[in-house]
């Protein structure tokens, strides 16, 4: 035998050395749970604030694959500061708890999704945090408000209603009472509505939805000034609701094409929509873009577009509407939304068929309410395949009524 052995030293520690990606077009992907120091010299001088290393020491702390996307969601957003989160619920969760502690009030606005609302009235009143839940108009949140009120937090568009609270009189509402004012903007994504500029304090996104855009991961993202972001970022670190970087690289791929994916999902997005609520077997149609929408007046100001979710109600009940849903050929049957397929779901049935039918009718999940998520389809074969659909389902609905009049 020639050569030097092979041991399990070489194995680990031959060849290794920096690497330079400074040429690589795209974001590198760096898989690493610690992160090493020269000595212990650069130890102390990192600790006690001499350093000008920015990266920390543990990957729970940070990632150089996040902090490469954290900074172009921030400037996407138009923020000092982006904060990657394992889940949209992740960047929620995290924010309420930093916030709010024992006596503090919540609002909420109704229309949010649901697991927000739940934990923002269930959850945090274990720990002594009152919630109330508010109509998704800034008057009604206003009217809300109490002295011990702390934070503000409401969806624009809401789901699945779509209804647009007027982000800049809540903003100048939280800088009047002193509440901190957050708005969940998946739906609008930054290409739609920047918050921030209209004076909000924080954004909230599930990057589930438009930022990654292809139905391929789980992230959520918190962006703002750096000192709002700060206190939610250390938490972080302890609850541990981190972005892992694989899925930051799939969202850093996916922000590349956001504002070419949304635009093509708002023309799409108000083609179906007025096709929908010029159809005989639909009775309502929820979209801001639609003059008939309750909002629109706010949506048409603070909008540049209208986004690719399209919510309606069939007429007929349950079954009619179910027989709707599974005669569609490229909408998917599945919840989330903002991908490149088109999804479809019934809400009462996805989200809210383990409550009663009258609990589920009082928070206005209908059986037969559909939100349709488009993607980037052509427009054209969307409406064919929903025309086609709902001839189908109206065609069994009059074949049932002359069965039963026989």
Same mark, same amino acid.
């Given at each position: $035998? ?12 031959a060849?290794?050395? %920096? ?20 000595s ?5 001088? *990192? ?5 000008? +290393?920015?990266? %920390?020491?543990y990957?729970? $702390? ?9 900074? +172009? ?5 138009g !923020?000092? +500061?982006? &904060? ?14 930093? *916030? ?45 408000i ?15 209603? &779509? *209804? ?6 809540? !903003? ?17 994504? %930054? ?13 909230? /996104?599930?990057a589930?939805? *438009? ?5 391929d ?22 609850? =541990?609701?981190?972005?892992d %970087?694989?899925?930051a ?5 996916g ?35 639609? !003059? ?14 209208? =986004? ?7 007429d ?10 599974d005669?569609l ?20 049935? $996805?989200?809210?068929?383990?409550? @009663? @039918?009258?609990?589920?009718?009082r928070?206005? $999940?209908?059986?037969?309410?559909? +939100?349709?998520?488009? =993607? ?11 025309? &086609? ?9 009059t &074949?049932?009524?002359?069965?039963? /009049?026989?």
């Amino acid at each position: $035998m020639t050569g030097h052995p092979l041991t399990n030293t070489r194995c680990v520690h031959a060849g290794t050395g %920096p690497c330079d990606v400074r040429h690589a077009v795209t974001t590198a992907i760096v898989h690493s749970a610690p992160f090493t120091f020269a000595s212990t010299r650069e130890v102390l001088d *990192y600790v006690e604030g001499r350093s000008d +290393r920015t990266q %920390p020491e543990y990957g729970r $702390m940070g990632n150089p694959t996040l902090a490469r996307v954290e900074a +172009r969601l921030a400037a996407i957003e138009g !923020a000092e +500061r982006a &904060q990657l989160f394992g889940s949209g619920m992740a960047a929620v969760t995290t924010t309420l708890l930093a *916030y709010l502690k024992g006596g503090d009030h919540l609002v909420l606005s109704s229309d949010c999704y649901k697991r927000t609302r739940d934990f923002g009235s269930a959850f945090l009143a274990r720990f002594g945090v009152r919630a109330s839940v508010a109509g998704p108009t800034a008057r009604a949140i206003a009217e809300a408000i109490r002295p011990e009120t702390r934070l503000i937090l409401a969806e624009v568009p809401s789901n699945p209603y &779509q *209804y647009v609270v007027d982000v800049g009189r809540l !903003a100048d509402l939280g800088r009047q009472r002193g509440v901190l004012t957050v708005i969940d903007s998946t739906f609008a994504t %930054p290409v739609n509505l920047r918050p921030l500029a209209w004076g909000v304090d924080l954004v909230i /996104h599930s990057a589930t939805k *438009y930022l990654g855009g292809h139905n391929d991961l789980v992230a959520g993202v918190l962006a703002g000034a750096a000192d709002r972001v700060a206190p939610v970022s250390d938490l972080l670190s302890t609850l =541990g609701g981190i972005c892992d %970087p694989t899925t930051a690289f799939l969202l850093d791929r996916g922000l590349k094409t956001l504002s070419a994916r949304v635009r093509l999902q708002n023309a799409a997005g108000l083609a179906v929509a007025r096709f929908l609520e010029d159809h005989p077997g639909i009775r309502r149609v929820f979209y801001p873009g639609l !003059a008939s929408h309750p909002h629109h007046g706010i949506a048409e100001r603070l909008l540049v577009g209208y =986004g690719g979710v399209v919510t309606f109600l069939v007429d007929g009940g349950f079954e009619e509407t179910a027989r709707f849903v599974d005669r569609l050929s490229i909408p998917k049957i599945g919840p989330s939304l903002g991908g490149v397929e088109a999804l479809v779901e019934q809400p009462a049935l $996805m989200s809210f068929w383990h409550l @009663p @039918p009258e609990e589920r009718r009082r928070l206005g $999940m209908h059986d037969n309410l559909v +939100r349709l998520s488009l =993607g980037i389809e052509e427009a054209g074969d969307l409406i064919r395949d929903l025309d &086609q659909a709902l001839t189908a389902a109206g065609s069994s609905r009059t &074949q049932q009524v002359e069965t039963k /009049h026989a």
